[in-house]
Protein backbone atom coordinates (compact mmCIF):
# COMPACT_ATOMS: atom_id res chain seq x y z
CA UNK A 1 0.00 0.00 0.00
CA UNK A 2 1.56 3.06 -1.04
CA UNK A 3 1.74 6.23 1.39
CA UNK A 4 0.46 9.61 0.43
CA UNK A 5 1.98 12.34 2.25
CA UNK A 6 0.01 15.27 2.65
CA UNK A 7 1.08 18.25 0.37
CA UNK A 8 0.29 20.87 3.38
CA UNK A 9 1.67 18.77 5.88
CA UNK A 10 4.98 18.90 3.98
CA UNK A 11 4.53 22.54 3.59
CA UNK A 12 4.47 23.04 7.36
CA UNK A 13 7.17 20.95 7.84
CA UNK A 14 9.07 23.19 5.12
CA UNK A 15 8.45 26.35 6.86
CA UNK A 16 9.31 24.88 10.18
CA UNK A 17 12.53 24.55 8.32
CA UNK A 18 12.58 28.15 6.98
CA UNK A 19 12.01 30.00 10.80
CA UNK A 20 14.92 27.80 12.04
CA UNK A 21 17.46 29.13 9.51
CA UNK A 22 15.51 32.49 8.81
CA UNK A 23 13.85 33.59 11.81
CA UNK A 24 14.71 36.91 11.74
CA UNK A 25 12.32 37.33 8.34
CA UNK A 26 9.45 36.83 11.60
CA UNK A 27 11.34 38.71 14.56
CA UNK A 28 10.29 42.28 15.82
CA UNK A 29 13.09 44.02 13.65
CA UNK A 30 11.84 41.90 10.31
CA UNK A 31 10.55 44.92 7.89
CA UNK A 32 8.32 42.18 6.56
CA UNK A 33 5.31 43.42 8.33
CA UNK A 34 4.00 39.60 8.88
CA UNK A 35 1.61 40.76 11.60
CA UNK A 36 0.52 43.09 9.74
CA UNK A 37 -0.68 40.87 6.45
CA UNK A 38 -1.68 38.12 9.43
CA UNK A 39 -4.02 40.22 10.83
CA UNK A 40 -5.41 41.49 7.42
CA UNK A 41 -5.53 37.82 6.21
CA UNK A 42 -7.99 36.57 9.37
CA UNK A 43 -10.39 39.43 9.04
CA UNK A 44 -10.23 38.79 5.21
CA UNK A 45 -11.11 35.00 6.50
CA UNK A 46 -13.65 36.01 9.37
CA UNK A 47 -15.14 37.79 6.13
CA UNK A 48 -15.35 34.93 3.93
CA UNK A 49 -17.29 33.03 7.04
CA UNK A 50 -19.79 35.78 7.40
CA UNK A 51 -20.64 35.48 3.37
CA UNK A 52 -20.48 31.63 3.79
CA UNK A 53 -22.54 31.74 6.80
CA UNK A 54 -26.53 32.46 6.76
CA UNK A 55 -28.11 34.04 9.80
CA UNK A 56 -29.99 30.92 10.20
CA UNK A 57 -26.72 28.70 10.58
CA UNK A 58 -25.33 31.67 12.93
CA UNK A 59 -28.43 31.62 15.28
CA UNK A 60 -28.56 27.58 15.46
CA UNK A 61 -24.81 27.81 16.22
CA UNK A 62 -25.10 29.88 18.74
CA UNK A 63 -28.10 28.06 20.45
CA UNK A 64 -26.15 24.47 20.57
CA UNK A 65 -25.83 24.62 24.29
CA UNK A 66 -24.23 20.99 24.66
CA UNK A 67 -21.28 22.30 22.38
CA UNK A 68 -21.00 25.37 24.01
CA UNK A 69 -21.05 23.48 27.67
CA UNK A 70 -18.50 20.93 26.53
CA UNK A 71 -16.07 23.47 25.25
CA UNK A 72 -15.78 25.82 27.95
CA UNK A 73 -15.74 23.21 30.55
CA UNK A 74 -13.01 21.27 28.83
CA UNK A 75 -11.13 24.87 28.92
CA UNK A 76 -12.05 26.09 32.02
CA UNK A 77 -11.96 22.83 34.10
CA UNK A 78 -11.28 19.20 32.59
CA UNK A 79 -7.97 20.89 31.75
CA UNK A 80 -7.07 22.57 34.71
CA UNK A 81 -8.13 19.22 36.94
CA UNK A 82 -6.06 16.96 34.96
CA UNK A 83 -2.25 19.20 35.51
CA UNK A 84 -4.06 19.37 39.36
CA UNK A 85 -3.95 15.57 39.30
CA UNK A 86 0.07 15.86 39.61
CA UNK A 87 0.67 18.19 41.84
CA UNK A 88 1.07 16.18 45.25
CA UNK A 89 3.57 14.00 43.39
CA UNK A 90 6.34 17.47 43.34
CA UNK A 91 9.34 17.24 45.49
CA UNK A 92 11.20 20.42 44.95
CA UNK A 93 11.12 24.05 44.12
CA UNK A 94 12.60 23.01 40.05
CA UNK A 95 9.12 20.32 39.91
CA UNK A 96 6.91 23.30 41.61
CA UNK A 97 8.13 26.10 38.72
CA UNK A 98 7.55 23.38 36.10
CA UNK A 99 4.22 22.76 37.20
CA UNK A 100 2.63 25.87 38.00
CA UNK A 101 4.12 26.72 34.18
CA UNK A 102 2.15 23.86 33.10
CA UNK A 103 -1.13 24.53 34.97
CA UNK A 104 -0.76 28.11 33.86
CA UNK A 105 -1.38 27.25 30.29
CA UNK A 106 -4.03 25.03 31.67
CA UNK A 107 -5.69 27.72 32.86
CA UNK A 108 -5.67 29.45 29.61
CA UNK A 109 -8.23 30.32 27.66
CA UNK A 110 -8.73 29.09 23.69
CA UNK A 111 -7.32 31.19 20.67
CA UNK A 112 -9.07 32.52 18.31
CA UNK A 113 -8.03 32.77 14.76
CA UNK A 114 -6.26 29.33 14.57
CA UNK A 115 -9.41 27.39 16.33
CA UNK A 116 -12.51 28.82 13.75
CA UNK A 117 -9.67 28.49 10.65
CA UNK A 118 -9.02 24.86 11.86
CA UNK A 119 -12.54 23.99 12.00
CA UNK A 120 -13.27 25.54 8.79
CA UNK A 121 -10.39 23.49 7.06
CA UNK A 122 -12.12 20.12 8.94
CA UNK A 123 -15.67 21.08 7.90
CA UNK A 124 -16.59 20.94 11.34
CA UNK A 125 -19.71 23.71 12.96
CA UNK A 126 -18.21 26.99 11.56
CA UNK A 127 -20.73 29.04 14.01
CA UNK A 128 -20.32 26.92 17.06
CA UNK A 129 -16.31 27.72 16.38
CA UNK A 130 -16.60 31.36 16.35
CA UNK A 131 -18.78 31.40 19.30
CA UNK A 132 -16.91 29.27 21.48
CA UNK A 133 -13.86 30.73 20.75
CA UNK A 134 -14.61 34.26 21.04
CA UNK A 135 -16.50 33.81 24.36
CA UNK A 136 -13.49 32.25 25.51
CA UNK A 137 -11.62 35.27 25.38
CA UNK A 138 -13.69 36.18 27.77
CA UNK A 139 -14.63 34.26 30.66
CA UNK A 140 -10.74 33.38 30.92
CA UNK A 141 -9.90 37.29 32.15
CA UNK A 142 -12.14 35.81 34.70
CA UNK A 143 -11.65 32.28 35.28
CA UNK A 144 -7.50 32.32 34.50
CA UNK A 145 -6.54 34.68 37.20
CA UNK A 146 -8.88 33.07 39.79
CA UNK A 147 -7.39 29.82 38.87
CA UNK A 148 -3.80 31.38 39.58
CA UNK A 149 -4.60 32.71 42.65
CA UNK A 150 -5.18 29.50 44.75
CA UNK A 151 -1.26 29.00 44.22
CA UNK A 152 0.45 32.28 44.05
CA UNK A 153 -0.19 34.76 47.11
CA UNK A 154 0.67 37.68 44.96
CA UNK A 155 -1.59 37.77 41.66
CA UNK A 156 -3.07 40.91 40.61
CA UNK A 157 -6.19 40.91 38.39
CA UNK A 158 -6.55 44.51 37.74
CA UNK A 159 -5.61 45.15 34.24
CA UNK A 160 -7.03 47.35 31.25
CA UNK A 161 -8.19 44.74 28.72
CA UNK A 162 -9.58 47.44 26.23
CA UNK A 163 -7.34 46.62 23.61
CA UNK A 164 -8.12 42.98 23.30
CA UNK A 165 -11.29 43.72 23.08
CA UNK A 166 -10.72 46.67 20.49
CA UNK A 167 -8.80 43.69 18.71
CA UNK A 168 -11.39 41.22 18.86
CA UNK A 169 -14.06 43.30 17.35
CA UNK A 170 -11.66 44.91 14.29
CA UNK A 171 -10.62 41.10 13.86
CA UNK A 172 -13.23 38.86 14.40
CA UNK A 173 -16.77 40.07 15.12
CA UNK A 174 -16.45 43.17 12.63
CA UNK A 175 -15.40 41.19 9.64
CA UNK A 176 -18.52 38.93 10.46
CA UNK A 177 -21.02 41.13 10.60
CA UNK A 178 -19.81 42.37 7.40
CA UNK A 179 -20.06 39.18 5.74
CA UNK A 180 -23.35 38.43 7.02
CA UNK A 181 -24.67 41.43 5.71
CA UNK A 182 -23.13 41.29 1.95
CA UNK A 183 -24.20 37.27 2.03
CA UNK A 184 -26.73 37.66 -0.30
CA UNK A 185 -24.42 39.77 -2.96
CA UNK A 186 -21.37 37.76 -2.58
CA UNK A 187 -22.56 34.42 -1.53
CA UNK A 188 -22.47 33.23 -5.42
CA UNK A 189 -19.08 34.61 -5.72
CA UNK A 190 -17.58 32.84 -2.15
CA UNK A 191 -18.85 29.71 -3.17
CA UNK A 192 -17.88 29.68 -7.21
CA UNK A 193 -13.89 30.95 -5.75
CA UNK A 194 -14.03 28.33 -2.63
CA UNK A 195 -10.97 26.43 -3.44
CA UNK A 196 -9.35 29.32 -3.58
CA UNK A 197 -10.20 30.70 -0.57
CA UNK A 198 -9.56 27.58 1.13
CA UNK A 199 -6.04 27.94 -0.24
CA UNK A 200 -6.25 31.50 1.26
CA UNK A 201 -7.02 30.23 4.53
CA UNK A 202 -3.79 27.50 4.28
CA UNK A 203 -1.63 30.33 3.72
CA UNK A 204 -2.52 32.49 6.43
CA UNK A 205 -2.05 29.37 8.46
CA UNK A 206 1.48 28.97 7.56
CA UNK A 207 2.13 32.38 7.61
CA UNK A 208 1.05 31.97 11.84
CA UNK A 209 2.69 28.88 12.25
CA UNK A 210 6.24 30.77 10.59
CA UNK A 211 5.63 33.41 12.74
CA UNK A 212 5.36 31.40 15.94
CA UNK A 213 8.29 29.04 15.38
CA UNK A 214 10.73 32.17 14.42
CA UNK A 215 9.84 34.25 17.37
CA UNK A 216 10.93 30.92 19.47
CA UNK A 217 14.19 30.04 17.29
CA UNK A 218 14.96 33.82 18.43
CA UNK A 219 14.00 34.19 21.57
CA UNK A 220 16.50 30.94 21.96
CA UNK A 221 13.55 29.07 24.29
CA UNK A 222 14.71 25.47 23.29
CA UNK A 223 17.91 26.22 24.37
CA UNK A 224 16.76 27.60 27.82
CA UNK A 225 16.98 24.04 28.87
CA UNK A 226 18.48 20.63 28.40
CA UNK A 227 18.04 18.61 25.61
CA UNK A 228 16.08 15.78 28.36
CA UNK A 229 14.25 18.45 30.02
CA UNK A 230 12.87 19.53 27.18
CA UNK A 231 12.26 16.53 25.75
CA UNK A 232 9.87 15.54 28.64
CA UNK A 233 8.72 19.25 28.43
CA UNK A 234 7.74 18.27 25.15
CA UNK A 235 5.87 15.00 26.07
CA UNK A 236 4.20 16.53 28.93
CA UNK A 237 2.57 18.62 26.47
CA UNK A 238 2.12 16.16 23.62
CA UNK A 239 0.10 13.70 26.88
CA UNK A 240 -1.47 16.39 28.13
CA UNK A 241 -3.05 17.29 24.63
CA UNK A 242 -3.82 13.87 23.72
CA UNK A 243 -5.87 12.64 26.90
CA UNK A 244 -8.06 16.04 26.48
CA UNK A 245 -8.68 15.66 22.95
CA UNK A 246 -9.50 11.90 23.38
CA UNK A 247 -11.40 12.48 26.41
CA UNK A 248 -13.48 15.63 24.38
CA UNK A 249 -13.86 13.38 21.81
CA UNK A 250 -15.64 10.80 23.78
CA UNK A 251 -17.51 13.10 25.80
CA UNK A 252 -18.61 15.27 22.21
CA UNK A 253 -19.76 11.18 21.55
CA UNK A 254 -21.59 10.23 24.41
CA UNK A 255 -23.83 13.42 24.79
CA UNK A 256 -25.18 12.45 20.51
CA UNK A 257 -22.87 15.42 18.79
CA UNK A 258 -22.66 15.24 15.13
CA UNK A 259 -19.72 14.53 13.73
CA UNK A 260 -19.06 18.27 12.87
CA UNK A 261 -19.95 19.54 16.52
CA UNK A 262 -17.47 17.07 17.93
CA UNK A 263 -14.53 18.84 15.26
CA UNK A 264 -15.83 21.99 16.38
CA UNK A 265 -15.43 20.50 20.41
CA UNK A 266 -12.38 18.70 19.85
CA UNK A 267 -10.30 21.62 18.40
CA UNK A 268 -11.55 24.51 20.11
CA UNK A 269 -11.77 22.79 23.64
CA UNK A 270 -7.89 21.52 23.15
CA UNK A 271 -6.76 25.07 22.49
CA UNK A 272 -4.86 27.61 24.40
CA UNK A 273 -4.19 30.90 23.83
CA UNK A 274 -0.30 31.93 23.09
CA UNK A 275 -1.87 35.82 22.79
CA UNK A 276 -3.62 35.81 26.47
CA UNK A 277 -0.90 33.74 28.01
CA UNK A 278 1.98 36.26 27.12
CA UNK A 279 -0.63 39.11 28.25
CA UNK A 280 -1.61 37.37 31.60
CA UNK A 281 1.61 36.40 32.24
CA UNK A 282 2.56 40.02 33.06
CA UNK A 283 -0.17 40.39 35.34
CA UNK A 284 0.13 37.19 37.59
CA UNK A 285 3.62 36.50 37.72
CA UNK A 286 4.97 39.63 37.55
CA UNK A 287 8.93 40.37 37.49
CA UNK A 288 9.35 37.16 38.83
CA UNK A 289 12.66 35.44 37.96
CA UNK A 290 11.04 32.20 36.55
CA UNK A 291 8.62 33.53 34.30
CA UNK A 292 10.48 32.02 31.27
CA UNK A 293 10.52 28.52 32.42
CA UNK A 294 6.73 29.31 33.49
CA UNK A 295 5.63 30.07 29.53
CA UNK A 296 7.66 27.30 28.02
CA UNK A 297 5.01 24.49 28.63
CA UNK A 298 2.52 26.95 26.92
CA UNK A 299 4.83 27.87 24.12
CA UNK A 300 5.99 24.17 23.59
CA UNK A 301 1.80 23.43 23.57
CA UNK A 302 1.26 25.70 21.24
CA UNK A 303 3.69 24.91 18.31
CA UNK A 304 2.11 21.03 19.10
CA UNK A 305 -1.88 21.54 19.39
CA UNK A 306 -0.97 23.83 16.03
CA UNK A 307 1.32 21.03 14.25
CA UNK A 308 -1.45 18.44 15.22
CA UNK A 309 -4.42 19.64 14.71
CA UNK A 310 -4.11 21.13 11.32
CA UNK A 311 -2.18 17.47 10.60
CA UNK A 312 -6.04 15.98 11.74
CA UNK A 313 -8.09 18.83 9.96
CA UNK A 314 -6.43 18.26 6.73
CA UNK A 315 -7.56 14.83 7.14
CA UNK A 316 -10.72 15.34 7.92
CA UNK A 317 -11.04 17.97 4.98
CA UNK A 318 -10.93 14.84 2.47
CA UNK A 319 -13.72 13.35 4.39
CA UNK A 320 -17.10 13.11 2.44
CA UNK A 321 -20.10 14.81 4.24
CA UNK A 322 -23.89 13.23 4.56
CA UNK A 323 -25.65 16.76 3.12
CA UNK A 324 -29.08 15.36 4.97
CA UNK A 325 -27.40 15.66 8.49
Keep these: MKIKIDKFVLSIILVIIIAYFFPQWGGPQSKIPIDTIS???????????????????????????KLHLLVQSTTFFIFPLLVLLFRPFLQNEAQETIWLGF????????????????????????PGAIFNASISGIIGIAI???????????????FDFTEIYIKLIAQIVLPV?????????????????????????????????????????????????SILDLFLLFIGALFLFSIVFILTGVIAKKIS??????????????????????VFSKIIFGNMGAIGIILLPLM??????????????????????DENL
Design 257 to 278: LNKEDQITAQFCGTKKSLVHGT
Design 300 to 321: LFHATQILIITVIASSLAKRKI
Design 144 to 158: TPLWMGFFINDAHTD
Design 103 to 126: FFLAALPSTVSSSVVMVSMAKGNI
Design 177 to 225: VVGLILQQYLNTFAQKYSSKLTLFDKSIILLIIYKSFSESFIKNIFGSV
Design 39 to 65: TVGISLIFFFYGIKLGPEKLKAGIKNW
